[in-house]
């Protein structure tokens, strides 16, 4: 069983820069692909980045490719979000989330664990 804890959400303005982390506890990543979601009010959990524990390749949403960074830190057993340039359009509740096959991706289905969850919220 796995369990994931987001942290880093905040209040900042339009152009600023926050960094998500999530924790893992309870198995390592190792062999996992972890991912980033977010849901806005009344729309939709979207993908948003997905890393492989095991060889470190990403995948991103046009909507964020250039601006948001995924990493992990295989040590620490925790994955990251950087988020630059930021925009009110990303504010949402965002989520990471681990799939034990490894695949991860794009498709929310594939992802077994979710944390709970933490707030983004920028302002223009």
């Known amino acids: 069983q796995v369990q994931l804890v987001e942290s880093g959400g905040g209040l900042v303005q339009a152009g600023g820069s926050l960094r998500l982390s999530c924790a893992a506890s309870?198995?390592?990543?190792?062999?996992?692909?972890m991912g980033w979601f977010r849901q806005a009010p009344g729309k939709e959990r979207e993908f948003v980045a997905a890393i492989s524990w095991s060889t470190g390749s990403t995948n991103y949403a046009d909507s964020v490719k250039g601006r948001f960074t995924i990493s992990r830190d295989s040590v620490k057993n925790t994955g990251y979000l950087q988020m630059n340039s930021l925009k009110p359009e990303d504010t949402a509740v965002y989520y990471c989330?681990?799939?034990?096959?490894?695949?991860?991706?794009?498709?929310?289905?594939?992802?077994?664990?979710w944390g709970q969850g933490t707030q983004v919220t920028v302002s223009s």
């Open positions: 989330a681990a799939d034990p096959s490894g695949r991860g991706g794009r498709v929310r289905s594939r992802y077994g664990y």
């Open positions: 309870g198995r390592t990543f190792s062999g996992y692909a």
